[in-house]
């Protein structure tokens, strides 16, 4: 059965950076989109990006130039930077695969979810 | 961006109700919606997938249709798990959006 579990920290200051990993089991890294969503509290959801087995990325382009998603292929861990935050970048935020083999693509497995909380 | 507007926004309903949730989108994305589920505190399941492919393990009660600009979610018989919030989502171009979501509450 294919997990994903998020990790780092729940408390970033202004200013900084948000750091977060996913850790895969149970499936392979290849021929999926490892993707980053996000819920600030009581909203809905919201795309931040992906990273396909090959490297190439997509931002959605109201964080692009503060986010970078990054894949460790060998730990089978996909990593979420995201710069410069703001008491707006408070929210849940979810790890997923992207599914896509036969297209279109679609969110089939979820991480649990951490909270990310932005304040001084 | 294209826009998912999902209605009703929440939705009272009882079990053994049927229910369908409707989502439409700003422009036409020919086939390319999926569904969820999410219950607090938990992350989205998925429930359908291109418009209306059942995900694996999800009751047949669940079924989608639609295509173009117009989708609908429907359960055909409510059973006290399915009270939660619904989400559509479109993967026909990026930033894949979602739908603000549909609550769905027993009556």
């Known amino acids: 059965q294919v997990q994903l579990q998020e990790s780092g920290p729940g408390l970033v200051k202004p200013s900084e950076t948000l750091s977060l990993t996913c850790t895969v089991s149970g499936g392979s890294i290849n021929n999926y989109y490892w993707s980053w969503v996000r819920q600030p509290p009581g909203k809905g959801l919201e795309y931040i990006g992906y990273?396909?087995?090959?490297?190439?990325?997509n931002y959605n382009p109201s964080l692009k130039t503060r986010v970078t998603i990054s894949l460790d292929t060998s730990k089978k861990q996909f990593s979420l930077n995201l710069n410069s935050v703001t008491a707006a970048d408070t929210a849940v935020y979810y790890c997923?695969?992207?599914?896509?083999?036969?297209?279109?693509?679609?969110?089939?497995?979820w991480g649990q979810g951490i909270l990310v909380t932005v304040s001084s | 961006d294209i826009q998912m507007t999902q209605s009703p926004s929440s939705l009272s309903a009882s079990v053994g109700d049927r229910v369908t949730i409707t989502c439409r989108a700003s422009q036409s994305i020919t086939t390319y919606v999926s569904w969820y589920h999410q219950k607090p505190g938990k992350a989205p399941k998925p429930l359908i997938y291109?418009?209306?492919s059942l995900q694996d393990g999800v009751p047949s009660r669940f079924g989608g249709s639609g295509s173009g600009t117009d989708f609908t979610l429907t359960i055909s018989s409510l059973q006290p798990e399915d009270f939660a919030t619904y989400y559509c989502?479109?993967?026909?171009?990026?930033?894949?959006?979602f739908g603000q979501g549909t609550k769905l509450e027993i009556k």
């Open positions: 990273i396909y087995h090959s490297g190439a990325t």
């Open positions: 291109h418009a209306s």
């Open positions: 997923a695969r992207g599914e896509a083999s036969s297209w279109p693509l679609y969110f089939d497995y």
């Open positions: 989502q479109q993967s026909y171009s990026t930033p894949y959006t």
